[in-house]
């Protein structure tokens, strides 16, 4: 069966500017969470989505946000870029049973 | 709260070499506990788990065992191959209730590099 879907891979942007990632979970998992990863800092948690809600979130300021629709898929949205924000954003689905999360290949953000 | 400590890398080896990759854990509770392997350009993919203690995960001939008297998972291997390169991630999954929720806590990753 299909993985974790995330689109787009690669993105650039500038300074200011908005961001939205998409991500489609394995069919059936209704959890979705989303993951920065950056050189210095690791990988860190972001949010994690249920049927629709957030139910977990991480340490980031408000300019991150995401939202789940119906069909468990999830977009999360970076506002008023900066620099620091530049990290592969990683999204993971899961069954909310074992806490085992699958991930997809990530979308790149670059901010010049 | 949760955390995670791996050992420094890089880790370099000749192949069929036997690794050890440390990873020792600070937790409230029974968390589970996984090592997520991301090889260049890709996601994390899920190498192995144990979801309680003295279980021992494996997988493709790695194992680590979940030893709470001494909170660690230590990732090991009899014989590594080149293709065995890549980014290695210890995590554990907390049971705390609501602030669980699709939260892993990850080491900060070692990069293992495997010479022919």
């Known amino acids: 069966k299909a993985g974790v879907t995330q689109t787009p891979r690669y993105l650039i942007k500038t300074r200011g500017q908005q961001v939205t990632l998409s991500c489609s979970p394995i069919?059936?998992?209704?959890?979705v969470s989303w993951y920065q990863q950056t050189p210095g800092q690791g990988l860190q948690f972001l949010f994690e989505?249920?049927?629709?809600?957030?139910?977990n979130k991480g340490n980031f300021p408000g300019r991150f946000s995401g939202r789940q629709f119906s069909n468990s898929r999830s977009e999360m949205n970076v506002s008023t870029l900066e620099l620091g924000d530049s990290a592969l954003y990683l999204c993971a689905s899961s069954l909310d049973i074992t806490g085992e999360l699958f991930f997809g290949e990530g979308s790149r953000l670059t901010v010049l | 709260g949760d955390s995670v400590t791996q050992m420094e890398g890089p880790v370099t080896l000749s192949e069929e070499a036997f690794l050890t990759i440390n990873c020792t854990y600070t937790?409230?509770?029974?968390?589970?506990l996984f090592w997520y392997v991301q090889y260049p350009g890709e996601g994390l993919q899920l190498l192995l788990k144990?979801?309680?203690?003295?279980d021992k995960g494996s997988n493709k001939g790695f194992e680590a065992t979940y030893r709470k008297e001494t909170t660690s998972f230590h990732l090991e291997k009899g014989s590594v191959q080149v293709s065995d390169s890549a980014v290695y991630f210890c995590a554990l999954s907390g049971n705390a209730g609501g602030t669980s929720y699709g939260k892993l806590t990850f080491g900060q990753g070692t990069i293992l590099t495997v010479h022919p």
């Open positions: 069919s059936g998992h209704r959890s």
């Open positions: 989505y249920f049927s629709e809600t957030q139910r």
């Open positions: 937790a409230t509770g029974y968390p589970s």
């Open positions: 144990a979801t309680k203690a003295d």
